[in-house]
């Protein structure tokens, strides 16, 4: 599978309002700051698509965009994990929504969850995985920034991340959206979920 084009379609703001394409949908997930922006524009080849933002954690919307005229959705999550402390109700707001979405979109065929290459995954990283084992919803870790590291030390972070995820590292892609690399990758499990 090629990604050949990406359009922005809509952003949703609250559960009533996820929507349903008629397409199979893959949703990129991640603390703030990981990289998510940088990796949807890195993935479709279109470098404004998803705004890189200089303020992490504003953002809290689905945000649906279409590839191959409609191919398949990609879902932009709100990143978790935020900088700025939320208040009791928009912490509830963005539960609301990301659980909704999680647990009950009939379309959705996998999770991209984006964590860092060089840190240990958060309890928020942990807390995402086994939210969704526990609602088999299937999922693939996208490590980032994999340019900041020597091919070595990525393949051991890599195999200390999965243990620590307790995860086969067949599930773990290695990328950096600054060195262009691990796209074939994410395209092939991509490819391989949304026949399923
Ligand atoms: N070195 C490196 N930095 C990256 C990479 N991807 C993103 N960044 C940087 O990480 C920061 C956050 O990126 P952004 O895509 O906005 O993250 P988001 O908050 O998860 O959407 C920015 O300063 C980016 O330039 C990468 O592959 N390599
Ligand atoms: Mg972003």
């Known amino acids: 599978m090629e990604i050949k084009t990406a359009k922005f379609i809509t952003s949703v703001a609250t559960p009533d309002n996820i929507k349903d394409f008629g397409a199979g949908e893959i949703a990129v997930a991640g603390r703030s700051n990981v990289g998510k922006s940088s990796f949807i524009n890195y993935l479709t080849g279109r470098k404004g698509l998803a705004k890189t933002s200089s303020t992490p954690g504003k953002t809290r919307l689905l945000n649906y965009f279409a590839v191959n005229d409609g191919q398949f959705m990609l879902v932009d999550l709100p990143g978790y994990g935020f900088a700025v402390k939320l208040s009791d109700d928009e912490r509830r707001r963005w539960d609301a929504l990301m659980g909704t979405y999680l647990t009950s979109s009939p379309r959705l065929k996998l999770v991209l969850v984006l964590m860092d ?78 026949a399923e």
Do not use: W
């Open 117 to 194: 290459i060089r840190r240990e995954p958060s309890e928020l990283d942990k807390q995402m995985v086994s939210f969704l084992a526990a609602h088999i919803v299937p999922f693939a870790v996208v490590l980032t920034k994999a340019d900041k590291l020597s091919r070595a030390a990525a393949g051991r972070q890599k195999s200390a991340i999965a243990s620590v995820l307790k995860l086969g590292v067949d599930n773990i892609i290695i990328t950096s959206s600054l060195n262009k690399q691990g796209k074939e990758d994410v395209c092939a499990v991509i490819e391989k979920y949304l």
